[in-house]
């Protein structure tokens, strides 16, 4: 069974750049038609959808994101990232690392990130 575990800073400064680090066991990012996310959600909110790393690479972004978001992987590692740039106190949420395929649907515990000076 696939396991997902998100790690990273738990608070950052308004205006820099938040990177999570999604350690993937037992499976590999690479296997086909794996799709890596990440999603967030914020105090009182729902889930937001942020992006998408395929099992060929290939990326997808939420609009609302995409000129701050970057997701890449590490396929050596076995590990998938996320960037974001220019954090506002809004960005303010657990963010998830998610693994789907078909059915298969695995969530990591999370991480709290908080925006803030």
């Known amino acids: 069974q696939v396991q997902l575990q998100e790690s990273g800073p738990g608070l950052v400064k308004p205006s820099q750049t938040l990177s999570l680090t999604c350690t993937v066991s037992?499976?590999?990012?690479?296997?086909?038609?794996?799709?890596w996310s990440w999603i967030r959600q914020p105090p009182g909110k729902g889930l937001e959808w942020m992006g998408v790393?395929?099992?060929?690479?290939?990326?997808y972004y939420s609009p609302s994101l995409k000129s701050r978001t970057s997701i890449s992987r590490d396929n050596a590692k076995n590990t998938v990232y996320l960037q974001m740039n220019s954090l506002k106190p809004e960005d303010t949420a657990v963010y998830y690392c998610?693994?789907?395929?078909?059915?298969?649907?695995?969530w990591g515990q999370g991480i709290q990130v908080t925006v803030s000076s």
């Open positions: 998610n693994a789907m395929l078909g059915r298969d649907d695995y």
């Open positions: 037992g499976g590999s990012i690479t296997t086909n038609y794996y799709a």
């Open positions: 790393i395929a099992y060929d690479g290939s990326t």
